[in-house]
């Protein structure tokens, strides 16, 4: 079991850049997954990215790509999602989830960041 905390989220303008953490306690980190995602309120909430458990495998939406990386830092047990060329669609809840490796869904989540675009 994994207890995840967010941070980095803030304010930013159009076009700049913001970077997500993503702290991990409790058990093997490098044995789980992590995902990120966001969600505005009255909308579906969207997967943005993942990385597998050794971060030699990360997808992204279509909306990410180019812009935002996702990395980890297994001996820090943190998680990392750097997001550039910011715009003010992006504005949303960032959540990080944790899944065991072998499962087949987030079962640990963290308790999300605020990250707000301005035009």
């Known amino acids: 079991q994994v207890e995840l905390v967010e941070s980095g989220g803030g304010l930013a303008q159009a076009g700049g850049s913001l970077r997500l953490s993503c702290r991990a306690s409790?058990?093997?980190?490098?044995?789980?997954?992590v995902g990120w995602f966001r969600q505005v309120p009255g909308k579906e909430r969207e997967h943005v990215a993942a990385i597998n458990w050794g971060g030699g495998s990360t997808v992204y939406i279509n909306s990410a790509k180019g812009r935002f990386t996702v990395s980890r830092d297994n001996l820090k047990n943190t998680a990392y999602l750097q997001m550039n060329s910011l715009r003010p669609e992006d504005t949303a809840v960032y959540y990080c989830a944790a899944m065991k490796l072998g499962a087949v869904q987030y079962d640990y989540w963290g308790q999300g960041t605020q990250v707000t675009v301005s035009s």
């Open positions: 409790g058990s093997a980190f490098a044995s789980y997954a």
